[in-house]
Nanobody, 115 residues
Framework: QVQLVESGGGLVQPGGSLRLSCAASGSIFSSDYMGWYRQAPGKQRDLVAGIGSGGITTYGDSVKGRFTISRDNGAKMIFLQMNSLKPEDTAVYFC?????????WGQGTQVTVSS
């Protein structure tokens, strides 16, 4: 069993920055995939950024060059550094892990970009 807890969301002005954290507990290894997804009201949940075995990263097209995903394997955590935030980045951000073929989600953290 794996549990994921996100933190770091909040309200930020356009052009600002936020750093999200996801803490995992349970039997998860550095080779297991972890990632960030987001869901705005009335829209589907989309990939923001993922990190897999060997530290290979993937990003959604809309965040490339602005967001950076990183991982602390010892602490079983991933982070999402979000810079140059735009109003369209407003969404609930979810942490996801895939461990031995099973998918786990956190409860989500709200990010609101507004002046």
């Amino acid at each position: 069993q794996v549990q994921l807890v996100e933190s770091g969301g909040g309200l930020v002005q356009p052009g600002g920055s936020l750093r999200l954290s996801c803490a995992a507990s349970g039997s998860i290894f550095s080779s297991d995939y972890m990632g960030w997804y987001r869901q705005a009201p009335g829209k589907q949940r989309d990939l923001v950024a993922g990190i897999g075995s060997g530290g290979i990263t993937t990003y959604g097209d809309s965040v490339k060059g602005r967001f950076t995903i990183s991982r602390d394997n010892g602490a079983k955590m991933i982070f999402l550094q979000m810079n140059s935030l735009k109003p369209e980045d407003t969404a609930v951000y979810f942490c996801k892990a895939i461990v031995r073929g099973r998918m786990y989600w956190g409860q989500g953290t709200q990010v609101t970009v507004s002046s």
